[in-house]
């Protein structure tokens, strides 16, 4: 039964990381985006910022519950 639990916590560490992956992107264009007003470019990049930090960290959670999934 644990091993389900920690496959199913990685799936959705895994689509929470790709989805700020995502997000991470799309800021990331918003802020290079020269037809963009500065506030909204600095404020995407900012938000590109905490995606980074968001995606790594699901992917780090994602690849811990992988591992204890298959210790398990």
């Known amino acids: ?6 496959a199913v916590n990685y799936v959705a560490e895994s689509v929470q990381g790709a989805a700020s992956g995502i997000s991470k992107e799309t800021n990331k ?3 290079k985006d020269s037809n963009v007003d500065v506030s909204t470019r ?3 990049g900012k938000d590109a910022l905490g995606d980074k930090i968001d995606e790594t960290g699901h992917n780090n959670k994602a690849e811990a519950h992988k591992q204890l999934a298959e210790h398990n």
Do not use: G
């Open 1 to 6: 039964m644990e091993t389900v639990k920690q």
């Open 42 to 44: 600095l404020s995407a």
């Open 29 to 31: 264009e918003i802020a």
